[in-house]
């Protein structure tokens, strides 16, 4: 069965900071992974993704994410964070490009302080 | 910009009442997915569809919740009855297995059962 496991529920870092949010999964098959975004009372938005190739993957707003295989991870980053940026992040795992169910984590909420 | 879209956005209703929910896909996408999120659960899929056929419906609870797709520019989620702990955010997403794009979502239905 796939999983996804984000240990961090809550995240405060001050603007400019730098940021790294982790993520690990199971999955028995290659994994497609996702990271996605979601503000308060809105929907989600995918910030990037990783189907194959280059571990390393850009995504929007200036975050990137790299997936470590030997690791099961796939660790969200961005170099220096925004007040803007504060919102809840989830990673998910699937199938077919993302086109089969995705596994979501429990989401990690960042709060970024002045 | 290509999105999918939702309605109503908010709906507040009274326990035994059936209540329909509406999601317009992206233009040439083939696949549907209708997502629940409440704070307990978290994200969990309740079904899928492809070119407006269902592929799994696993996580619906068959005997008050229903999923359809009339045709490819609307797919609706039925509740009848409905109950309070039905009350949750549900999101519609859509993909395309054509080209590999993964899943957008819409902004959500906020469900409150009385």
């Known amino acids: 069965a796939q999983s996804v496991t984000q240990p961090d529920i809550h995240i405060t870092v001050s603007e400019g900071a730098s940021l790294e949010l982790r993520c690990n999964y199971s999955y028995g098959a290659t994994p497609y992974l996702f990271w996605y975004v979601q503000s308060p009372g809105q929907g989600l938005q995918l910030l990037l993704k990783?189907?194959?190739?280059?571990?390393l993957v850009q995504g929007i707003k200036g975050f990137e994410a790299e997936f470590k295989r030997s690791q099961s991870s796939f660790n969200l980053r961005k170099p220096s964070v925004h007040w803007s940026d504060a919102a809840e992040y989830f990673c998910?795992?699937?199938?077919?490009?993302?086109?089969?169910?995705?596994?979501f984590g429990t989401g990690t909420r960042l709060t970024i302080i002045p | 910009d290509a999105r999918v879209t939702q309605t109503p956005r908010h709906k507040v209703t009274e326990m035994g009442q059936e209540v329909t929910m509406r999601c317009q896909p992206i233009l040439g996408h083939n696949t549907v997915f209708w997502y629940r999120q409440t704070m307990m659960q978290g994200l969990e899929l309740l079904a899928y569809?492809?070119?407006?056929?269902?592929?799994?419906d696993s996580g619906m609870p068959k005997d008050r919740f229903s999923a359809e797709m009339p045709d490819a520019t609307l797919a609706t989620l039925k509740i009848q009855p409905s109950e309070p702990r039905d009350s949750a955010v549900y999101f519609c997403?859509?993909?395309?297995?054509?080209?590999?794009?993964?899943?957008?979502f819409g902004p959500g239905t906020r469900l409150t059962v009385l």
């Open positions: 990783y189907f194959s190739g280059d571990t």
């Open positions: 997403a859509s993909g395309s297995t054509a080209g590999g794009d993964t899943q957008y």
């Open positions: 569809f492809r070119n407006r056929a269902p592929l799994d």
């Open positions: 998910a795992v699937g199938a077919n490009f993302g086109n089969e169910k995705l596994t």
